[in-house]
């Protein structure tokens, strides 16, 4: 019984959703010039720590049968996912009550947040436009509390950072949503793709993206001088945006835009996962960090 809990919150956790997270982490430590150190990597730790736990968190109150980004087969959902995902963001708080006053703040903001966003008693992912200007708040945090190990939030890097999230976050979020129209219908989520449909989602997601391309462009010009981080930033976003643009432009139906969200999903988090870890060695390797 044990077992097969632990094994439900594992998949819950949907991993490839997680890479976002190590891609956000990372884009903040390389602005804010942060070293790789023990107090950088339990900082990474617990962030990603609260993410999942948030993540199994989101899933016990959506109870999604269905496959939805970054988990194709759905564990039954339990008690045991409610608190388990409890344990883990308990033990993620108490981690960054350690690390600084800033990050620790930064981290309890994200919890309440997605308590809000969640939970059945408020439940802000109902809303479209509340649901996708939280996502893409919580993909800002991400950034601030990465770059808080490294001093100041206010420097213009750190700001065009948080908006690359913002946005990132939110054209990841509603593309996540066009595959599951009918069940959030069910449940009353007013999603985006529910009040806009398949075509004008993915045109936003489109639109978003490319602006979280431009603020990343600025941010690795405004911190590299150089041109290198900047050019692979933008040929790192004009795939997206291209793969957006063949998807728009392909035949719909639930189980094709299932499998092309999922890969959609692998390929801007996973992807973008390693051009920012090539992005953070090349300033250490220049003596930039």
Same mark, same amino acid.
């Given at each position: =019984?044990?077992?097969?809990?632990?094994?439900?919150?594992?998949?819950?956790?949907?991993?490839?959703? /997680?890479?976002?997270?190590?891609?956000?982490?990372?884009?903040?430590?390389?602005?804010?010039?942060?070293?790789?150190?023990?107090?950088?990597?339990?900082?990474?730790?617990?962030?990603?720590?609260?993410?999942?736990?948030?993540?199994?968190?989101?899933?016990?109150?959506?109870?999604?049968?269905?496959?939805?980004?970054?988990?194709?087969?759905?564990?039954?959902?339990?008690?045991?996912?409610?608190?388990?995902?409890?344990?883990?963001?308990?033990?993620?708080?108490?981690?960054?009550?350690?690390?600084?006053?800033?990050?620790?703040?930064?981290?309890?903001?994200?919890?309440?947040?997605?308590?809000?966003?969640?939970?059945?008693?408020?439940?802000?992912?109902?809303?479209?436009?509340?649901?996708?200007?939280?996502?893409?708040?919580?993909?800002?945090?991400?950034?601030?509390?990465?770059?808080?190990?490294?001093?100041?939030?206010?420097?213009? %890097?750190?700001?065009?950072?948080?908006?690359?999230?913002?946005?990132? +976050?939110?054209?990841?979020?509603? =593309?996540? /949503?066009?595959?599951?129209? %009918?069940?959030?219908?069910?449940?009353?989520?007013?999603?985006?793709?529910?009040?806009?449909?398949?075509?004008?989602?993915?045109?936003?997601?489109?639109?978003?993206?490319?602006?979280?391309?431009?603020?990343?462009?600025?941010?690795?010009?405004?911190?590299? /001088?150089?041109?290198?981080?900047?050019?692979?930033?933008?040929?790192?976003?004009?795939?997206?945006?291209?793969?957006?643009?063949?998807?728009?432009? !392909? %035949?719909?139906?639930?189980? +094709?835009?299932?499998?092309?969200?999922?890969?959609?999903?692998?390929?801007?988090?996973?992807?973008?996962?390693?051009?920012?870890?090539?992005?953070?060695?090349?300033?250490?390797? !220049?003596?930039?960090?």
């Amino acid at each position: =019984m044990l077992a097969a809990e632990l094994h439900a919150n594992f998949i819950h956790a949907r991993w490839p959703i /997680q890479s976002y997270v190590v891609a956000g982490f990372l884009l903040g430590l390389l602005l804010a010039s942060v070293p790789l150190n023990i107090t950088t990597l339990w900082a990474f730790f617990s962030w990603l720590l609260l993410c999942v736990g948030l993540t199994i968190f989101n899933s016990y109150y959506d109870k999604d049968e269905a496959p939805v980004g970054g988990m194709v087969h759905p564990p039954k959902v339990t008690e045991g996912l409610f608190w388990g995902s409890l344990i883990i963001q308990i033990v993620a708080l108490a981690i960054a009550a350690f690390i600084s006053p800033t990050f620790f703040l930064l981290a309890l903001f994200m919890y309440i947040v997605f308590f809000l966003y969640s939970h059945k008693m408020f439940r802000f992912k109902s809303n479209g436009y509340a649901a996708v200007f939280l996502n893409g708040l919580l993909g800002a945090t991400t950034i601030l509390a990465a770059s808080s190990l490294g001093g100041s939030l206010l420097r213009p %890097e750190i700001l065009c950072g948080a908006a690359t999230a913002f946005f990132f +976050k939110n054209s990841v979020y509603i =593309m996540m /949503q066009v595959h599951q129209i %009918e069940e959030d219908t069910l449940r009353g989520d007013k999603s985006i793709a529910v009040m806009y449909g398949r075509k004008r989602t993915l045109s936003a997601s489109l639109v978003m993206i490319l602006i979280a391309g431009i603020f990343a462009t600025a941010a690795l010009y405004i911190r590299s /001088q150089g041109i290198v981080l900047p050019v692979l930033m933008c040929v790192y976003f004009i795939s997206i945006a291209a793969l957006y643009l063949l998807w728009m432009n !392909r %035949e719909g139906g639930k189980l +094709k835009d299932t499998v092309r969200m999922n890969r959609m999903v692998y390929y801007t988090g996973y992807v973008g996962s390693v051009v920012f870890s090539v992005s953070y060695v090349y300033l250490h390797v !220049r003596g930039m960090l």
